[in-house]
C-alpha cells in the first residue's frame, strides 16, 4: 500500500525552500524522509496496538521502513510496509474457511454460511492521518536548513 502525501498546506514560499533543499542538500532530504518514515512506522505501529485485539506481535514485527530513495528524476520516496504473511488478511478481510458464524456478529458469505471477517484497514487509517503531522515535519526541516546552510 502506497502513501502518495502531497504538500498542499505549504505555502509557496516553504516549496520552494524544499525544492531548493531537495536540490543542494540531497543527504540532509534523505534523512529528513527516512525519519518521517520512522514517525508514520510508529503511528502504525501505535494503530496495529489500538485496531487489533489479539495476535499484533508479529504484525509490528512485520512493519518496515525501506530506504529512502530518488523514484524519477527529482522525487523522492520512502516506503513503510508490513512484511507479515498475515498482514493483507488484517488489512483487508478474509473468509474464515470451515468456521460458521460465531461470536461476534460477521457477514455470511453467499451460499457457503461461512463467515466473513472485515478488514481493520490500519495502515490506510495511519495514511490518512499522517500528512498533517508531515507538514509540521517539513516545517521544521524548513527552519533547520534555513538555520544551519543559510537558504534563502
Do not use: C
Given at each position: 500500500?502506497?502513501?502518495?502525501?502531497?504538500?498542499?498546506?505549504?505555502?509557496?514560499f516553504s516549496?520552494?525552500?524544499?525544492?531548493?533543499?531537495?536540490?543542494?542538500?540531497?543527504?540532509?532530504?534523505?534523512?529528513?524522509?527516512?525519519?518521517?518514515?520512522?514517525?508514520?512506522?510508529?503511528?502504525?505501529?501505535?494503530?496495529y496496538k489500538?485496531?487489533?485485539?489479539?495476535?499484533?506481535?508479529?504484525?509490528?514485527?512485520?512493519?518496515?521502513?525501506?530506504?529512502?530513495?530518488?523514484?524519477?528524476?527529482?522525487?523522492?520516496?520512502?516506503?513503510?510496509?508490513?512484511?507479515?504473511?498475515?498482514?493483507?488478511?488484517?488489512?483487508?478481510g478474509h473468509?474464515?474457511?470451515?468456521?460458521?458464524?460465531?461470536?461476534?456478529?460477521?457477514?455470511?458469505?453467499?451460499?457457503?454460511?461461512?463467515?466473513?471477517?472485515?478488514?481493520?484497514?490500519?495502515?490506510?487509517?495511519?495514511?490518512?492521518?499522517?500528512?498533517?503531522?508531515?507538514?509540521?515535519?517539513?516545517?521544521?526541516?524548513?527552519?533547520?536548513?534555513?538555520?544551519?546552510?543559510?537558504?534563502?
Amino acid at each position: 500500500m502506497g502513501i502518495d502525501i502531497e504538500a498542499e498546506g505549504l505555502s509557496e514560499f516553504s516549496q520552494e525552500l524544499l525544492d531548493l533543499a531537495t536540490k543542494d542538500f540531497p543527504k540532509d532530504t534523505k534523512n529528513f524522509l527516512q525519519r518521517a518514515g520512522n514517525k508514520l512506522k510508529a503511528n502504525a505501529k501505535n494503530n496495529y496496538k489500538s485496531g487489533t485485539t489479539q495476535g499484533t506481535k508479529n504484525l509490528i514485527k512485520g512493519l518496515k521502513r525501506d530506504r529512502a530513495y530518488k523514484y524519477g528524476k527529482d522525487e523522492w520516496q520512502v516506503r513503510v510496509k508490513n512484511t507479515a504473511p498475515h498482514a493483507w488478511l488484517v488489512e483487508h478481510g478474509h473468509v474464515m474457511l470451515g468456521h460458521s458464524a460465531q461470536g461476534k456478529p460477521k457477514l455470511i458469505v453467499g451460499n457457503t454460511g461461512e463467515a466473513f471477517v472485515r478488514g481493520k484497514n490500519v495502515m490506510g487509517k495511519t495514511a490518512k492521518a499522517f500528512p498533517s503531522e508531515y507538514q509540521g515535519l517539513a516545517e521544521e526541516f524548513i527552519d533547520k536548513m534555513l538555520n544551519e546552510k543559510g537558504l534563502g
